[in-house]
């Protein structure tokens, strides 16, 4: 079983070990120091590629030194080695943003030009449109790292997702950000375990599939995969599966915030053409010209 080896990631793997003990399957833990771990003096968009905390594990298992991996889905490209198969997408947990501040504040309460730290595009666009006058510095490192940058004053407030910090059983105070203003990142809140294809790895990992998070990743995925621009482009989506049908917020925005387009429609669950389509409208509505914008201003910094 292949992981990054931060607290965060081998909780989530450790909890897909424990679920695959119980079926009989026992593994053993190698863990993979990936791009994305080593330099984190730098944003995550001036990496090389997307997919900077998963690229190494992969090369493990195509040659074939590990036989899973366990991975936060929304690190996972939307392009992939056709070898690999996401085997097992485990119950979605929060997708929610969370903002955590030393003294509980809410985002409204939190003083002008208060600094807030955040590694992504997407939280740091969405936090520009909510309030334009707070600072918005550049956050990296595991949680725990982060929560003691936020102790020890460099922050005023930091945003984190939700999901990590219940993984962790980590006790905060917090505000859930509105998600309605502050829709997720595709596939946030999802752990995903791949293999290669027609193995038995990924023959066993496959009972640990839950079909309405596969389905909800995977129109968030297709929307995603159109709309392009990797991880440079604040771009956010969410579905929830009822049923048979997904209700799908999407919005492509401007890094300043400024400006954004939006989708808010309900379809089957199980079309993914009209996710592509979904994708194509946000791009005709004026998200083609955000995507191009934020590749060109990312690219020159």
């Not at 460099?154 to 993984?167: C, H, N, P, S, T």
């Amino acid at each position: 079983m292949g992981s990054r080896g931060s607290p965060l990631a081998l909780r989530q793997t450790e909890i897909v070990v424990d679920r695959l003990r119980k079926l009989g399957v026992d593994t053993d833990l190698c863990i993979v120091k990936t791009s994305g771990d080593v330099f984190l003096d730098k944003p995550l968009y001036q990496l090389s590629g997307w997919g900077v905390f998963v690229a190494e594990i992969d090369d493990r298992m195509l040659s074939g030194e590990i036989d899973l991996a366990v991975h936060s889905m929304k690190d996972i490209p939307t392009k992939r080695p056709e070898e690999l198969d996401i085997a097992a997408i485990l119950k979605r947990d929060s997708p929610y943003d969370i903002l955590v501040t030393r003294d509980g504040l809410k985002l409204d309460d939190i003083p002008k030009g208060a600094a807030i730290g955040t590694s992504s595009m997407r939280r740091a666009a969405q936090l520009k449109r909510a309030r334009p006058d707070l600072q918005i510095r550049t956050l990296r490192g595991n949680l725990q790292t982060r929560l003691r940058k936020l102790n020890q004053g460099d922050y005023d407030a930091i945003v984190l997702a939700e999901a990590g910090v219940q993984r962790m059983g980590i006790k905060l105070e917090y505000s859930v950000l509105d998600p309605e203003k502050f829709v997720p990142s595709a596939n946030q809140g999802t752990i995903v375990a791949v293999a290669k294809k027609g193995t038995v790895a990924d023959r066993l990992v496959r009972s640990l599939d839950d079909l309405p998070t596969r389905a909800e990743t995977m129109i968030e995925r297709r929307i995603l995969e159109t709309v392009g621009g990797g991880c440079v482009v604040p771009v956010a989506i969410h579905t929830h599966v009822n049923n048979e049908e997904a209700r799908v917020m999407a919005e492509v925005l401007s890094l300043d915030g400024t400006r954004f387009v939006r989708i808010d429609e309900v379809i089957p669950a199980d079309d993914l053409e009209r996710a592509s389509e979904l994708g194509r409208r946000l791009l005709e509505m004026g998200g083609r010209t955000l995507v191009d914008e934020a590749v060109k201003a990312v690219g020159k910094r």
